[in-house]
């Protein structure tokens, strides 16, 4: 890979992709239209993220990349790989210890600091996509601040099923201004967008990127009387006991037996080794031993 | 019992390997050359380039072998090394009137100075399947050769612009926005809506003008003429600051002669459609410069009638295939943490379906 230039992309595109990512930091929750690249794997993969990603590192800088929350799902392998061969650079596991960290579909466990990024992959960029299905239109809707059609669906939600029947890709309002699709990330995770790392969001197909600045506010739609409540399974974790992250339901027999377990992968193996033990923990232990 | 998915990188790249086992087929089976698929799939090779927008038969001829015929997947691996290409430049318009064609032909005029060539086409070969090909080593009989035609062959539309019954196309010296280096911007130009097309995938692209054909947003046309061969790229070079001869190119062109009874704005004339791609390329050509035409109606004056291939913003949307392919398949990919908070979601309807919660505004009303 050698006669590639550092993560990949030629300096001239970085360059534009950086200058994407300077305005959207300072109009946050704007979808900035850019000269998305074909990357060298497929749109739907990540390439938005991917590109955000390359524009934004750094030699020295440590990556972390996850997909449904874990390290080791597929896809997030092969974005890792792609930049282990690509920048050469170090990358982690930890949480803590990652300079940026690529995701898709989860925000990290931990709470995140000042000098980490957060680039999320993003497949549909328009909130209003599913309710206006021409950009042409839904660009004059965001300029005019015209939301009432989303706040009508969510009505429209509330009045047939008792409940907003959004779960994931759950749209919030940024600073008071932009209506913003926060990624396929569920709707358990959105309190977290308001955090002290600088988020940026990558949609490679749809030519667009958009960012939050740190400690942005961002609200997630709700009424006063049918207010927004983050939802997860009712359980702990049955590996580390953990009560308060997100869980993956995974189904263990024929039987329609089955676990929950922390999606952060990196939480999860935290906690285990700091001495937490979930329902199904020991015997794990038990079984490896 | 449950053990965390661990190993994803092993699996990775054991299922690579079996891909390129599958790949090769069985070894007792000579492997293909990238010249025998440049020579003798060469309208896969036209049709990967085209999409892939790179002219290169032998790298096109290498995607083809390395996908599997997937051809595209074989766009996709062009696509994304042309995208790491340095620009040098771009080339003056090329010349199609100066074309040494191989075929030429036009369904509007039974003949036409520069004459009716047939060339190399399956138009009127009766598909019956030849077993002969099944037998390999056999020779081709050579055929019959003539020599070059060496007397101008113009456009053919052109003719009908001597009485001014087709629509005059306003000569514009700028360069062209290019597609793949800056975000689409809707709505767009005619010069940016024919690259998308180009580029467009030729399923897709041949889907809406058979369906301008059946009805949806008819616009009657006529081949005007169809002509495949190959044209000189030419480059100033600005140290010598004049246009040098780079290379040639072979291309399929098509000229569409539509009906056209005026508008508000337009008197009754004909009017034009464009198809122009790489290599020989008929089927994508012709579908090419009937969806430009369906798409050219506001600049006519014609009314919108709703019609798919009517419509810039769902045409140009949804041509291009490595795109689609990429975000079709996506879903694929896990998504089991969306699918919980969907199982979440709908487990809390369900039970409230069963056991109805108080109504708020009762509630509100009691107190």
């Known amino acids: 890979m050698s006669n590639y230039n ?9 360059r534009m992709i950086r200058r994407a990512i300077l305005k959207g930091l300072a109009i946050p929750g704007y979808q900035v239209p850019f000269a998305s690249r074909e990357m060298p794997m497929p749109y739907g993969w990540g390439t938005g993220g991917v590109q955000v990603t390359a524009a934004t590192l750094t030699p020295e800088d440590r990556l972390k990349v ?64 599913f309710l206006e299905p021409r950009e042409t239109e839904t660009r004059k809707m965001h300029s005019l601040e015209e939301y009432g059609l989303m706040h009508v669906k969510l009505y429209e939600d509330i009045s047939q099923h008792g409940a907003i029947a959004t779960s994931y890709a759950y749209p919030v309002k940024v600073e008071g201004r932009y209506v ?12 977290k967008l308001e955090m002290a790392a600088i988020q940026l969001f990558g949609a490679g197909r749809e030519q667009r990127i958009y960012a939050l600045p740190p400690y942005t506010k961002v609200v997630s739609l709700d009424f006063e009387d049918y207010p927004f409540v983050p939802t997860k399974a009712d359980h702990t974790c049955d590996m580390c006991d953990a009560s308060d992250s997100y869980l993956d339901e995974v189904i263990l027999d024929d039987q329609g037996n089955r676990m929950f377990v922390c999606s952060d992968t990196d939480y999860c193996a935290g906690r285990q080794q700091a001495g937490y033990v979930g329902a199904l923990g020991t015997a794990i232990a038990e079984d490896v031993a | 019992m ?18 390129a086992e599958e790949r090769r087929g069985d070894c007792s089976v000579t492997e293909l ?52 290409l340095p620009r040098f430049g771009s080339s003056e318009p090329i010349k ?3 074309m040494a064609c191989d075929r030429r032909i036009s369904a509007t005029f039974k003949d036409a100075p520069g004459g009716q060539v047939l060339g190399p086409t399956f138009d009127y070969t009766h598909r019956l399947l030849d077993f002969k090909l099944a037998a390999e080593g056999a020779d081709v009989p050579a055929a019959a050769v003539a020599k070059p035609r060496t007397d101008p062959i113009p456009h053919i539309t052109e003719f009908l612009n001597t009485e001014g019954l087709i629509q005059t196309e306003i000569p514009c010296d700028e360069t062209p926005p290019d597609l793949t280096r800056e975000p689409m911007e809707l709505p767009t130009s005619r010069e940016l809506r024919l690259q998308a097309l180009a580029r467009g995938d030729e399923g897709f692209v041949l889907g809406m003008a058979y369906s301008t054909q059946r009805g949806y947003g008819r616009n009657h046309a006529f081949v005007g003429e169809l002509r495949i061969g190959t044209v000189a790229v030419e480059m100033e070079i600005p140290e010598l600051g004049f246009s040098i001869e780079i290379g040639e190119i072979t291309l399929t062109e098509c000229d569409t002669v539509n009906q056209f009874t005026g508008s508000k704005t337009e008197p009754p004339q004909f009017t034009r459609g464009y198809g122009l791609v790489f290599g020989q390329s008929e089927r994508k050509s012709i579908s090419m410069a009937l969806v430009d035409r369906a798409l050219r109606w506001k600049e006519l004056g014609e009314d919108n009638l709703g019609a798919a291939a009517q419509d810039e913003e769902f045409v140009l949307s949804h041509c291009d295939n490595i795109q689609a392919t990429g975000f079709l398949e996506h879903i694929k990919l896990p998504h089991y943490v969306d699918f919980q908070s969907e199982l979440e979601l709908v487990r809390k309807l369900r039970r409230d379906a069963a056991h109805p919660p108080k109504c708020r505004r009762l509630q509100n009303e009691q107190l």
């Not at chain 1, 913003?180 to 309190?191: A, E």
Request: hydrophobic share 40%; charged share 25%; with cysteine.
């Open chain 1, 66 to 129: 996850i997909d449904q929350g874990a390290d080791d799902t597929t896809n997030a392998v092969s974005i890792r790989k792609f930049f282990e061969a690509t920048a050469g650079i170090a990358t982690t596991e930890a949480t803590q210890q990652a300079c940026i960290i690529q995701t898709r579909h989860r925000i990290p466990e931990a709470d995140l600091r000042e000098d980490q990024i957060l680039v999320y992959q993003v497949p549909i960029p328009e909130p209003l996509r």
């Open chain 2, 33 to 84: 050359s990238v010249p025998q698929i440049r020579e003798q799939l060469s309208l896969a090779v036209n049709r990967v380039m085209v999409e892939g927008s790179l002219y290169d038969p032998d790298l096109a001829a290498l995607a083809i072998k390395q996908s599997r015929g997937d051809l595209i997947e074989a766009i996709f691996l062009i696509r994304a090394y042309r995208t790491t």
């Open chain 2, 2 to 19: 449950y053990v965390a998915v661990k190993g994803g990188e092993r699996a990775i790249e054991n299922a690579h390997a079996w891909l």
């Open chain 2, 96 to 98: 199609t009137e100066d």
């Open chain 1, 6 to 14: 550092f993560a990949y992309l030629d300096e001239q595109t970085k």
């Open chain 1, 180 to 191: 913003m699709d926060p990624s396929p990330i569920p709707k358990f995770d959105n309190p």
